[in-house]
Protein backbone atom coordinates (compact mmCIF):
# COMPACT_ATOMS: atom_id res chain seq x y z
CA UNK A 1 0.00 0.00 0.00
CA UNK A 2 1.41 3.30 -0.91
CA UNK A 3 2.66 5.82 1.95
CA UNK A 4 1.18 9.15 2.15
CA UNK A 5 2.05 11.56 4.67
CA UNK A 6 0.01 14.07 6.52
CA UNK A 7 2.86 16.03 7.87
CA UNK A 8 5.25 15.63 10.65
CA UNK A 9 4.67 15.42 14.79
CA UNK A 10 6.93 14.98 17.45
CA UNK A 11 7.21 11.30 18.91
CA UNK A 12 9.77 10.41 21.95
CA UNK A 13 11.45 7.96 20.96
CA UNK A 14 12.01 5.16 23.41
CA UNK A 15 15.53 4.14 25.16
CA UNK A 16 16.79 0.69 24.44
CA UNK A 17 18.67 -1.04 26.86
CA UNK A 18 21.85 -1.94 24.52
CA UNK A 19 21.45 0.02 21.60
CA UNK A 20 20.37 3.50 20.36
CA UNK A 21 20.74 6.91 21.73
CA UNK A 22 21.81 7.28 25.96
CA UNK A 23 19.34 9.85 25.99
CA UNK A 24 15.98 10.00 24.31
CA UNK A 25 15.23 12.49 21.40
CA UNK A 26 12.75 14.10 19.85
CA UNK A 27 12.54 12.81 16.17
CA UNK A 28 10.42 14.32 13.24
CA UNK A 29 8.29 11.71 11.83
CA UNK A 30 5.76 11.05 8.87
CA UNK A 31 2.72 9.16 9.02
CA UNK A 32 0.79 7.53 6.90
CA UNK A 33 -2.56 8.92 7.42
CA UNK A 34 -4.16 5.02 6.23
CA UNK A 35 -2.54 3.04 8.78
CA UNK A 36 -4.97 2.48 11.55
CA UNK A 37 -4.52 3.65 14.91
CA UNK A 38 -3.17 0.47 16.63
CA UNK A 39 -0.54 -0.02 14.06
CA UNK A 40 0.93 3.83 13.89
CA UNK A 41 3.76 3.25 15.81
CA UNK A 42 5.08 -0.06 13.99
CA UNK A 43 4.57 2.35 11.00
CA UNK A 44 6.17 5.46 12.19
CA UNK A 45 9.35 6.33 9.79
CA UNK A 46 11.87 8.78 10.84
CA UNK A 47 12.82 11.54 8.54
CA UNK A 48 16.55 11.54 10.15
CA UNK A 49 16.67 7.76 8.60
CA UNK A 50 17.86 6.65 11.48
CA UNK A 51 16.69 2.63 12.48
CA UNK A 52 13.97 4.00 15.55
CA UNK A 53 10.50 4.59 14.28
CA UNK A 54 10.38 0.77 12.97
CA UNK A 55 9.90 -0.95 16.39
CA UNK A 56 7.36 -3.31 16.52
CA UNK A 57 3.88 -2.71 18.68
CA UNK A 58 4.45 -5.76 20.55
CA UNK A 59 7.20 -6.30 22.91
CA UNK A 60 7.83 -9.33 25.04
CA UNK A 61 8.33 -9.53 28.17
CA UNK A 62 11.19 -11.65 29.39
CA UNK A 63 12.86 -12.06 32.89
CA UNK A 64 16.02 -10.46 33.34
CA UNK A 65 18.92 -11.03 35.95
CA UNK A 66 19.35 -7.18 36.00
CA UNK A 67 19.31 -5.88 39.24
CA UNK A 68 16.66 -2.75 40.22
CA UNK A 69 18.14 0.79 39.45
CA UNK A 70 16.61 1.57 43.26
CA UNK A 71 18.89 0.94 46.09
CA UNK A 72 16.24 -0.13 48.40
CA UNK A 73 15.39 -3.22 49.48
CA UNK A 74 12.55 -5.11 47.25
CA UNK A 75 9.92 -4.79 50.16
CA UNK A 76 10.91 -1.30 50.64
CA UNK A 77 9.53 1.69 48.19
CA UNK A 78 11.41 2.59 45.95
CA UNK A 79 13.39 6.27 46.40
CA UNK A 80 11.16 9.18 45.67
CA UNK A 81 7.69 6.66 45.50
CA UNK A 82 5.14 9.65 45.84
CA UNK A 83 1.11 9.70 44.92
CA UNK A 84 -0.27 11.34 41.88
CA UNK A 85 -3.72 11.33 40.71
CA UNK A 86 -5.46 9.67 38.50
CA UNK A 87 -5.57 12.37 36.25
CA UNK A 88 -1.77 13.33 36.66
CA UNK A 89 -1.40 9.52 35.28
CA UNK A 90 -3.95 10.22 32.49
CA UNK A 91 -1.99 13.14 31.54
CA UNK A 92 1.76 11.96 31.84
CA UNK A 93 3.98 10.42 29.58
CA UNK A 94 3.17 7.07 31.04
CA UNK A 95 1.41 6.16 27.43
CA UNK A 96 4.05 8.45 25.17
CA UNK A 97 7.36 6.31 26.11
CA UNK A 98 8.61 2.79 26.41
CA UNK A 99 9.37 1.67 29.91
CA UNK A 100 12.59 -0.03 30.04
CA UNK A 101 11.51 -2.88 32.65
CA UNK A 102 9.02 -3.96 34.97
CA UNK A 103 9.21 -4.57 38.36
CA UNK A 104 6.79 -6.51 41.31
CA UNK A 105 7.61 -5.52 44.66
CA UNK A 106 5.60 -6.53 48.04
CA UNK A 107 6.40 -3.10 49.88
CA UNK A 108 6.03 -2.34 53.32
CA UNK A 109 4.78 1.07 53.14
CA UNK A 110 7.17 3.81 54.99
CA UNK A 111 6.52 5.03 58.58
CA UNK A 112 5.30 8.43 59.11
CA UNK A 113 7.74 10.80 59.71
CA UNK A 114 8.42 11.05 63.40
CA UNK A 115 6.79 7.92 64.76
CA UNK A 116 8.51 5.18 66.16
CA UNK A 117 8.40 1.58 67.25
CA UNK A 118 6.49 -1.77 65.86
CA UNK A 119 4.46 -0.58 62.57
CA UNK A 120 1.00 -1.22 63.77
CA UNK A 121 -0.44 -0.97 60.03
CA UNK A 122 0.52 -4.39 58.31
CA UNK A 123 -0.32 -4.18 55.15
CA UNK A 124 1.94 -5.04 52.55
CA UNK A 125 1.14 -3.62 49.22
CA UNK A 126 1.85 -5.22 46.16
CA UNK A 127 2.98 -2.88 43.02
CA UNK A 128 4.51 -2.78 39.83
CA UNK A 129 6.98 -0.28 38.82
CA UNK A 130 7.72 0.93 34.84
CA UNK A 131 10.97 2.00 34.66
CA UNK A 132 11.47 4.49 31.91
CA UNK A 133 14.94 4.94 32.70
CA UNK A 134 17.22 2.28 34.69
CA UNK A 135 20.47 4.62 34.90
CA UNK A 136 21.41 4.11 38.28
CA UNK A 137 20.85 7.60 40.86
CA UNK A 138 19.04 9.06 38.15
CA UNK A 139 16.17 6.31 37.36
CA UNK A 140 12.30 7.22 37.13
CA UNK A 141 9.41 5.57 36.47
CA UNK A 142 5.50 4.69 37.72
CA UNK A 143 4.06 2.58 39.60
CA UNK A 144 0.53 1.17 40.51
CA UNK A 145 -1.25 -1.09 42.66
CA UNK A 146 -5.15 -2.13 43.46
CA UNK A 147 -7.03 -1.33 46.20
CA UNK A 148 -8.56 -4.83 46.61
CA UNK A 149 -10.53 -3.63 48.82
CA UNK A 150 -12.20 -0.41 47.87
CA UNK A 151 -11.86 -1.41 44.48
CA UNK A 152 -9.61 1.08 42.96
CA UNK A 153 -6.53 1.59 41.40
CA UNK A 154 -3.86 3.90 43.10
CA UNK A 155 -0.96 5.70 41.13
CA UNK A 156 3.01 7.09 41.71
CA UNK A 157 5.96 8.31 40.25
CA UNK A 158 9.21 6.86 41.33
CA UNK A 159 13.15 8.08 41.49
CA UNK A 160 13.84 11.74 40.58
CA UNK A 161 11.66 14.36 40.24
CA UNK A 162 13.19 15.66 37.07
CA UNK A 163 13.96 19.42 36.96
CA UNK A 164 15.47 20.38 34.09
CA UNK A 165 17.03 23.21 33.29
CA UNK A 166 18.80 24.30 29.99
CA UNK A 167 22.50 24.13 29.26
CA UNK A 168 24.22 26.51 26.20
CA UNK A 169 26.05 25.38 23.60
CA UNK A 170 29.51 26.02 25.73
CA UNK A 171 28.03 24.12 29.16
CA UNK A 172 26.81 21.45 26.94
CA UNK A 173 30.35 20.56 25.51
CA UNK A 174 32.15 21.09 28.77
CA UNK A 175 29.92 18.19 30.04
CA UNK A 176 30.82 16.30 26.83
CA UNK A 177 27.22 16.51 25.27
CA UNK A 178 26.43 16.81 21.75
CA UNK A 179 25.02 19.61 21.13
CA UNK A 180 23.93 20.54 17.24
CA UNK A 181 22.44 24.35 18.03
CA UNK A 182 19.62 25.97 16.11
CA UNK A 183 16.41 23.95 17.61
CA UNK A 184 18.80 21.08 19.48
CA UNK A 185 18.06 21.32 22.87
CA UNK A 186 20.42 19.99 25.74
CA UNK A 187 19.04 19.85 29.98
CA UNK A 188 20.34 18.75 32.60
CA UNK A 189 18.36 17.41 36.03
CA UNK A 190 19.35 19.81 38.57
CA UNK A 191 18.48 17.23 41.19
CA UNK A 192 20.51 13.66 39.70
CA UNK A 193 22.75 15.19 36.58
CA UNK A 194 19.94 13.11 33.72
CA UNK A 195 20.09 15.10 30.49
CA UNK A 196 17.45 15.10 28.15
CA UNK A 197 18.40 15.85 24.48
CA UNK A 198 15.85 17.24 22.63
CA UNK A 199 14.94 18.96 19.02
CA UNK A 200 12.01 21.14 19.12
CA UNK A 201 12.03 21.79 15.32
CA UNK A 202 9.10 18.83 14.84
ZN1 LIG B 1 16.62 13.96 38.04
Not at 42 to 52: F, I, M, N, Q, Y
Not at 149 to 163: K, L, N, P
Amino acid sequence: MPQRCVGQAPVYVPQRPGGGPAERVVHRVRIGWHIRLLQTWAKLRCTDDCSVGREPMIERITYSDEESPDPNHSNSEPEGMREITEAEFAQSSFFTLCPVAVEYRQIIPKRPEGTKGVQTDNKVYSIRIYWMNMTPGQADGFAMRNDYYEGRMRYYRVGCDHDYKELSIAEAREKGQAHFGNCYHVTECVHCGRVFSYDSSG
